[in-house]
């Protein structure tokens, strides 16, 4: 039986997070093999904190000085050299421009120094696939091999991204192939997060300290209605109920932190109940075999298992949900024969939409 094996290099840097992560495919007639053998991540969180985001310009000069450290040690904790590598795979888009052309420059420039194929991979693909990743590796992050889950992926799948700069239900029939079936009409679920956060002086980024916040706050104590409930589309509206945070915050004047927890606690509830009603509408119209739930917003506990008790899902490790260069990788190994490009035909984008091969 013939078999290739492969040797991925995949880059990040989309945002704030500069990323490199080597993945093995060895991609047999009927099935693969795959093996991520290092995943960095090296986070600005610190540096954007007392901005409450992520600021472009200082990202990607922070990008510029992490991205070959970031990538020799990748190269480092899975045991490979350069020479190794087969391929190179990189997000292009969307993202911050200056931030998506640290990556996509350094992986042209070892394109052409290596003579190697890049295969471009949407930012929201990486979120999805990344979802392809064994629960049971969570807690195995540190050692250099995460073996990956023979979960068989069955489509058509439904895919719910809720991350910092997007929110959208996407269906799948096939690898690579995308249909956007919703998408948010204003703030992005994971925006949010981080914009009452901030309105209620929690800190950065939102996500995370919400939750914690959720967990001290009186469930009872306010209510924010649910966006779009009457509707049945599938589209998501987060703006209305930020703005139904600030005219609360503004109504009460001087606030004690019990009263954000229970303003945080709020927010989640109806955040997180608007995601789940647009999901359960989608997979009534949809029937799919598969559903995903990925990006930042994933990491979110009361969304889990809110999401739970209505549909079978599956999700990437809670350190996986936010932006990194494993599901650059994963994605990659389903384009390894159609999809790579010379390093040339390569560009970022910074709206790119995700569209099928
Ligand atoms: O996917 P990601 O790393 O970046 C983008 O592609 O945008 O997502 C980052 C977003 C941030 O808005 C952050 O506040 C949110 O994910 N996030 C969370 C949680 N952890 C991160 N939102 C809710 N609950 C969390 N636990
Ligand atoms: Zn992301």
């Known amino acids: ?10 880059i990040e840097t989309s945002c704030d997070e500069t990323s490199a992560s080597i993945i093995e495919a060895k991609l047999k007639v009927k099935n693969e093999k795959l093996k991520i053998l290092s995943n ?28 070959l450290p970031v990538i020799e040690l990748a190269l480092k904790k899975a045991g490979k050299t350069l020479d190794e590598i087969t391929h190179l795979a990189v997000t292009t888009g969307p993202g911050l421009i200056g931030s998506l ?28 696939y990344t979802a392809c990743i064994k629960q049971s590796s969570i807690s195995k992050l540190r050692p250099p091999i995460i073996q990956l889950s023979n979960h068989p992926i069955i489509f058509p799948i439904l895919s719910l991204i809720v991350s910092g700069g997007h929110t959208l239900l996407v269906k799948m029939m096939d690898h690579g192939k995308y249909q956007i079936i919703g998408e948010t009409r204003d703030d992005a679920a994971g925006e949010a997060f981080d914009k009452v956060a901030r309105l209620l002086e929690l800190g950065y980024p939102g996500g995370p300290v919400i939750e914690k916040a959720a967990q001290k706050g009186r469930p009872s104590k306010f209510s924010f209605p649910v966006a779009m409930e009457k509707s049945q589309d599938l589209d998501f509206s987060f703006s209305g109920l930020k703005t139904a945070v600030l005219y609360e915050v503004k109504k009460l004047g001087k606030i004690t932190p019990q009263t954000k927890y229970d ?19 989608a997979v009534q119209k949809y029937r799919p075999k598969t ?24 999700a990437p490790p809670i350190p996986l949900c936010t932006d990194n260069a494993v599901g650059i990788g994963l994605a990659a190994t389903h384009k390894l024969k159609k999809g790579a490009k010379n390093w040339y035909d390569i560009e970022a984008d910074a709206s790119q939409r995700l569209a099928s091969d």
């Not at 039986?1 to 995949?10: E, K, V």
């Not at 889990?304 to 209505?310: A, G, P, S, T, V």
């Open 1 to 10: 039986m013939s078999m290739h094996n492969n040797i991925i290099l995949a």
């Open 40 to 67: 960095i991540v090296a986070s600005q969180v610190k540096l954007h904190a007392k901005y409450g985001g992520v600021y472009p310009e200082l990202a990607s000069r922070e990008h510029l000085v992490k991205i």
């Open 101 to 128: 052309l640290v990556g996509v420059e350094t992986v042209k420039a070892l394109a052409m120094a290596k003579g190697l194929p890049i295969i471009p991979i949407n930012h929201l693909e990486g979120h999805i």
């Open 263 to 281: 303003l945080a606690c709020a927010f989640q509830k109806a955040a997180v109940e608007h995601l789940i009603q647009k999901a359960v509408l």
């Open 291 to 314: 559903f995903i739930l990925s990006g930042g917003v994933a990491a979110n506990s009361c969304l889990r298992q809110e999401l739970k008790e209505k549909i079978d899902f599956i």
